[in-house]
């Protein structure tokens, strides 16, 4: 049993629920914790695994890592490289790092109305992946920590669970009742709303039984279970995974049963110190009194609803909450910009910052203040940010509130789809976070329009293996897919060599089950016994190739190639891989010129820049990075500099936990296989050498498992076009390689080229013309502007460098914006291609008029 020091707990009243004099002392949560995790580690077997980040790995559905359960994805849903470590887990134990803000589980507006919701949370969690299920322990293992010995009065808890519902059998009144070993008085029956849980649309789910605690006790609670009581709450759900949710909305039986279960540490830290609040226990209270002491506000006190005048209290527990998620989310990488996740911190920055000023008379720069004490209260958590968190809490962005002005007075009742479409799946916004901005303004978006969208979509996502079709391929005794060719390229007299690959077809999937045989002209997914095609994983793009393949991917160590079938195939027939060398090379040197950009960033502006991500195709680089600057020149002669002594690139699969040890090694935060490329900067350092006795020789040594050179000079070139900020400290370059980089150096000093002269006065002129119609009327509708977006969008593609200046002098953006922001009586910055700042102003007319002013006096146009 877990025997955590349950007081026993005797009622309490409303006057009573701050204090418990008397009592012995409180358990702390840091104990709580580790009580919790120590438990199943040493009583029962669990690995301990770390929190992963709350920026979601590889997982664009989400945008926060909300539930214990996201890191565990891969194995629910069968996908889990084989390599990796992770596909050994049988039974794990963790305390992971929430956020419920946006998105599916959203506690935003919850937050400060009561004692117990939060945008910031921890998760503690035991799981079985295939291992124990409901008679194998879970319950009964559950039962003995809220009534372990000294344990809290068990009249105080109530399960919920039970009742059958659309065919689905979910836990009985009495098979609960059994297992637990309580009366079945104390298990009450709910349906499929209360009692099932699903990840998603579709995918692995199953019944669920909750624990509900009473923080008054001495009562029939019953009736107060899953009424939104503030006194009767849910402290733990326990889930048993057994069915796959299809995507016609049928369940089936999933091959292997898992457990998956959650408790709240705010939650239970309440229950065992024996308040009603969770902003009454540790985890808050130290925080509380820092904010009193940078306010000029009384003490908390813990009032809600009309008791609570003014809203003081409800402040104290907006701030305190908010500060947690801000500081947690930007040491995890997320920052408070326009899109995305970004967008919801932001958010939650805005509130922080009212609650904090208006109602609690703070000044400025108190919310930032408080980044140390929250350090100190979760140091496992938490690295230093009070700086970047009081920069931004000082700049809101000043076009976007502009943007705000706009849309909330001229944007018409319907939205295109398109528009929709393209933020979910460029940007990573949730639909149902767009209709909730969409709907703040009144609008909403042509739903038809937009299924029809999801629908197309679909087609290719269905092409994709699911956890009951992983199953079956393994218990067919299918083998992991051999895709080492697509490293097994060579040099041979100055050109690359591709290996050829003829194989077996193993496996069809037709986007619903495994089939024997496809007709011509079907879709289908097609599985060899050997490959050489490289699927996207990493930020680089999938191969090309044919027998007419589409795409590349990869799932649970089976390479699935999603092609069109120009004759009839079966399992068993024997087939010739034909590569599309030139898209491959084209990948090959993006990508190693990625990794010596990284590298060259890092040499040039100093080791505080990290990568933020990237991506690779076949006619560009994408590169997001921290601290980049304006002056790119240098960055490049680096860059060209070791792309000139065509020095030679070394890649060895290594395993994750050896090439840990290597010093200097650099990761970024995303899934990978345990592979490793090296030697990718002025000096040839092969990785043995890495690993055997380190070197003192110039290097950079990164995880990655791309494809890439054998010797820099391929690379020919590269130019940065763009370079931009995202948002503050985050900036984007996009750069190009070999023939595109050439061109675009031609632009760059037109003298030297009367073909580029010629380009660049065509390209002058497209600029005039679209400054005419941006500036004569309002766009009439979204879809005009965002014909005139994307038009921009191409033309400032070209960046700073290619600006051209036939007849007046070009304004940097940053001189604009700091000029513009000081008349509003704000402030501003950024680079001279772009900028932001924040000022006041109620009338955006005048605004604007004196913007155009100050641009027409300095171009003297």
Same mark, same amino acid.
């Given at each position: 049993?877990?025997?955590?020091?349950?007081?026993?707990?005797?009622?309490?009243?409303?006057?009573?629920?701050?204090?418990?004099?008397?009592? /012995?002392?409180?358990?702390?949560?840091?104990?709580?914790?580790?009580?919790?995790?120590?438990?199943?580690?040493?009583?029962?077997?669990?690995?301990?695994?770390?929190?992963?980040?709350?920026?979601?790995?590889?997982?664009?559905?989400?945008?926060? #890592?909300?539930?214990?359960?996201?890191?565990?994805?891969?194995?629910?849903?069968?996908?889990?490289?084989?390599?990796?470590?992770?596909?050994?887990?049988?039974?794990?134990? *963790?305390?992971?790092?929430?956020?419920?803000?946006?998105?599916?589980?959203?506690?935003?507006?919850?937050?400060?109305?009561? =004692?117990?919701?939060?945008? $910031?949370?921890?998760?503690?969690?035991?799981?079985?992946?295939?291992?124990?299920?409901?008679? %194998?322990? +879970?319950?009964?293992?559950?039962?003995?920590?809220?009534?372990?010995?000294?344990?809290?009065?068990?009249? *105080?808890?109530?399960?919920?669970?039970?009742?059958?519902?659309?065919?689905?059998?979910?836990?009985?009144?009495?098979?609960?009742?059994?297992?637990?070993?309580?009366?079945?008085?104390?298990?009450?029956?709910?349906?499929?709303?209360?009692? $099932?849980?699903?990840?998603?649309?579709?995918?692995?789910?199953?019944?669920?039984?909750?624990?509900?605690?009473?923080?008054? %006790?001495?009562?029939?609670?019953?009736?107060?279970?899953?009424?939104?009581?503030?006194?009767?709450?849910?402290?733990?759900?326990?889930?048993?995974?057994?069915?796959?949710?299809?995507?016609?909305?049928?369940?089936?039986?999933?091959?292997?049963?898992?457990?998956?279960?959650?408790?709240?540490?705010?939650?239970?830290?309440?229950?065992?110190? %024996? @308040?009603?609040?969770?902003?009454?226990?540790?985890?808050?209270?130290?925080?509380?009194?820092?904010?009193?002491?940078?306010?000029?506000?009384? /003490?908390?006190? =813990?009032?809600?609803?009309?008791?609570?005048?003014?809203?003081?209290?409800?402040?104290?527990?907006?701030?305190?909450?908010?500060?947690?998620?801000?500081?947690?989310?930007?040491?995890? %990488?997320?920052?408070?910009?326009?899109? =995305?996740?970004?967008?919801?911190?932001?958010?939650?920055?805005?509130?922080?910052?009212? $609650?904090?000023?208006?109602?609690?008379?703070?000044?400025?720069?108190?919310?930032?203040?408080?980044?140390?004490?929250?350090?100190?209260?979760?140091?496992?958590?938490?690295?230093?940010?009070?700086?970047?968190?009081?920069?931004?809490? &000082?700049?809101?962005?000043?076009?976007?509130?502009?943007?705000?002005?706009?849309?909330?007075?001229?944007?018409?009742?319907?939205?295109?789809?398109?528009?929709?479409?393209?933020?979910?799946?460029?940007?990573?916004?949730?639909?149902?976070?767009?209709?909730?901005?969409?709907?703040?303004?009144?609008?909403? #978006?042509?739903?038809?329009?937009?299924?029809?969208?999801?629908?197309?979509?679909?087609?290719?996502?269905?092409?994709?293996?699911?956890?009951?079709?992983?199953?079956?391929?393994?218990?067919?005794?299918?083998?992991?897919?051999?895709?080492?060719?697509?490293?097994?390229? @060579?040099?041979?007299?100055? &050109?690359?060599?591709?290996?050829?690959?003829?194989?077996?077809?193993?496996?069809?999937?037709?986007?619903?089950?495994?089939?024997?045989?496809?007709?011509?002209?079907?879709?289908?997914?097609?599985?060899?016994?050997?490959?050489?095609?490289?699927?996207?994983?990493?930020?680089?793009?999938?191969? &090309?190739?044919?027998?007419?393949?589409?795409?590349?991917?990869?799932?649970?160590?089976?390479?699935?190639?999603?092609?069109?079938?120009?004759?009839?195939?079966?399992?068993?027939?024997?087939?010739?891989?034909?590569?599309?060398?030139?898209?491959?090379?084209?990948?090959?040197?993006?990508?190693?010129?990625?990794?010596?950009?990284?590298?060259?960033?890092?040499?040039?502006?100093?080791?505080?820049?990290?990568?933020? =991500?990237?991506?690779?195709?076949?006619?560009?680089?994408?590169?997001?990075?921290?601290?980049?600057?304006?002056?790119?020149?240098?960055?490049?002669?680096?860059?060209?500099?070791?792309?000139?002594?065509?020095?030679?690139?070394?890649?060895?699969?290594?395993?994750?936990?050896?090439?840990?040890?290597?010093?200097?090694?650099?990761?970024?935060?995303?899934?990978?296989?345990?592979?490793?490329?090296?030697?990718?900067?002025?000096?040839?350092?092969?990785?043995?050498?890495?690993?055997?006795?380190?070197?003192?020789?110039?290097?950079?040594?990164?995880?990655?498992?791309?494809?890439?050179?054998?010797?820099?000079?391929?690379?020919?070139?590269?130019?940065?076009?763009?370079?931009?900020?995202?948002?503050?400290?985050?900036?984007?370059?996009?750069?190009?390689?070999?023939?595109?980089?050439?061109?675009?150096?031609?632009?760059?000093?037109?003298?030297?080229?009367?073909?580029?002269?010629?380009?660049?006065?065509?390209?002058?002129?497209?600029?005039?013309?679209?400054?005419? &119609?941006?500036?004569?009327?309002?766009?009439?509708?979204?879809?005009?502007?965002?014909?005139?977006?994307?038009?921009?969008?191409?033309?400032?593609?070209?960046?700073?460098?290619?600006?051209?200046?036939?007849?007046?002098?070009?304004?940097?953006?940053?001189?604009? +914006?700091?000029?513009?922001?000081?008349?509003?009586?704000?402030?501003?910055?950024?680079?001279?291609?772009?900028?932001?700042?924040?000022?006041?102003?109620?009338?955006?007319?005048?605004?604007?008029?004196?913007?155009?002013?100050?641009?027409?006096?300095?171009?003297?146009?």
């Amino acid at each position: 049993m877990l025997r955590l020091p349950f007081r026993r707990l005797r009622p309490l009243s409303a006057a009573s629920g701050r204090s418990f004099s008397g009592l /012995p002392p409180p358990l702390p949560a840091a104990q709580v914790r580790s009580t919790f995790l120590d438990f199943f580690r040493d009583k029962h077997g669990h690995l301990l695994v770390p929190s992963s980040p709350v920026r979601p790995r590889g997982d664009p559905s989400l945008l926060f #890592v909300n539930a214990g359960m996201n890191q565990f994805k891969p194995i629910f849903l069968g996908t889990a490289d084989p390599r990796s470590e992770m596909a050994s887990y049988h039974r794990v134990v *963790n305390s992971q790092k929430c956020v419920r803000a946006g998105g599916k589980h959203n506690d935003l507006e919850d937050v400060g109305r009561d =004692g117990y919701h939060h945008t $910031f949370f921890e998760m503690l969690g035991n799981w079985s992946f295939g291992d124990y299920f409901k008679v %194998g322990g +879970a319950l009964y293992c559950t039962w003995s920590r809220p009534t372990g010995e000294g344990g809290a009065s068990v009249c *105080n808890c109530v399960m919920s669970g039970g009742g059958v519902s659309d065919g689905v059998l979910v836990l009985g009144t009495l098979t609960t009742s059994v297992l637990l070993r309580v009366p079945p008085a104390r298990v009450l029956p709910f349906g499929l709303k209360d009692n $099932f849980w699903e990840m998603g649309d579709t995918g692995p789910c199953g019944p669920c039984t909750e624990i509900h605690y009473d923080h008054v %006790g001495g009562r029939d609670a019953r009736t107060l279970v899953n009424m939104d009581s503030p006194d009767v709450v849910e402290i733990w759900n326990l889930v048993f995974i057994q069915y796959n949710r299809e995507v016609d909305q049928s369940l089936r039986l999933l091959p292997r049963f898992s457990v998956d279960t959650g408790m709240g540490l705010e939650r239970l830290t309440g229950v065992l110190q %024996g @308040r009603r609040s969770n902003y009454d226990t540790d985890l808050f209270t130290p925080l509380l009194h820092a904010i009193q002491q940078r306010s000029g506000a009384g /003490p908390y006190a =813990g009032r809600t609803g009309t008791a609570d005048e003014g809203q003081v209290d409800l402040a104290y527990r907006v701030v305190a909450d908010h500060i947690r998620t801000l500081s947690v989310c930007i040491a995890d %990488g997320v920052h408070p910009g326009m899109s =995305g996740a970004e967008l919801v911190l932001r958010r939650i920055l805005r509130r922080a910052v009212r $609650f904090c000023i208006e109602v609690l008379k703070a000044p400025q720069g108190a919310l930032a203040s408080l980044v140390p004490t929250v350090t100190y209260m979760l140091v496992k958590y938490i690295s230093h940010n009070a700086s970047e968190l009081g920069e931004s809490g &000082r700049r809101f962005c000043f076009w976007f509130w502009f943007w705000s002005e706009w849309s909330g007075t001229n944007c018409p009742v319907c939205v295109s789809a398109s528009v929709a479409w393209s933020l979910h799946r460029d940007l990573g916004f949730p639909l149902d976070l767009v209709d909730l901005m969409l709907a703040e303004r009144g609008v909403q #978006v042509d739903r038809q329009e937009l299924d029809r969208l999801i629908q197309q979509a679909g087609v290719s996502s269905r092409l994709m293996l699911d956890v009951l079709s992983l199953a079956a391929l393994q218990r067919v005794g299918v083998p992991h897919t051999d895709d080492s060719l697509k490293y097994a390229y @060579r040099l041979e007299d100055g &050109r690359y060599v591709f290996p050829a690959c003829h194989a077996t077809v193993l496996a069809l999937f037709d986007g619903q089950a495994l089939v024997p045989e496809v007709r011509e002209g079907q879709s289908c997914g097609v599985i060899l016994d050997r490959t050489c095609f490289y699927s996207e994983q990493g930020g680089q793009s999938h191969d &090309r190739g044919y027998f007419t393949c589409k795409a590349v991917h990869r799932a649970g160590g089976y390479v699935v190639h999603q092609v069109t079938a120009v004759d009839s195939l079966k399992t068993g027939d024997q087939i010739q891989l034909h590569l599309d060398q030139a898209h491959r090379m084209s990948c090959m040197v993006k990508h190693t010129a990625t990794h010596i950009l990284n590298f060259a960033l890092r040499k040039v502006l100093g080791s505080a820049v990290s990568q933020r =991500g990237s991506h690779v195709s076949a006619d560009r680089l994408r590169f997001d990075c921290t601290s980049a600057s304006s002056d790119l020149q240098q960055v490049e002669r680096c860059v060209n500099d070791i792309i000139s002594a065509n020095q030679i690139v070394h890649s060895q699969e290594v395993p994750l936990q050896t090439a840990r040890t290597i010093r200097g090694l650099r990761t970024v935060d995303e899934v990978s296989p345990d592979c490793l490329s090296s030697g990718l900067t002025s000096r040839c350092v092969p990785v043995s050498e890495l690993l055997e006795t380190g070197t003192d020789r110039e290097t950079s040594v990164e995880l990655c498992c791309g494809t890439h050179l054998l010797q820099t000079g391929a690379i020919k070139d590269l130019v940065i076009v763009s370079e931009k900020q995202l948002v503050k400290g985050i900036s984007r370059i996009i750069a190009v390689t070999g023939r595109d980089a050439v061109r675009v150096s031609s632009r760059m000093a037109p003298q030297l080229c009367p073909q580029a002269r010629e380009s660049g006065h065509g390209l002058w002129q497209e600029v005039e013309s679209l400054s005419a &119609r941006l500036s004569s009327s309002t766009p009439s509708s979204p879809d005009s502007a965002q014909r005139l977006s994307k038009e921009a969008s191409i033309l400032s593609d070209v960046s700073t460098h290619d600006a051209l200046q036939q007849d007046s002098p070009a304004l940097a953006a940053s001189d604009w +914006a700091v000029a513009l922001c000081q008349h509003l009586g704000g402030s501003a910055g950024g680079s001279a291609l772009v900028a932001q700042g924040t000022g006041s102003s109620s009338d955006i007319t005048e605004a604007l008029r004196w913007a155009e002013d100050f641009a027409c006096q300095k171009t003297q146009r």
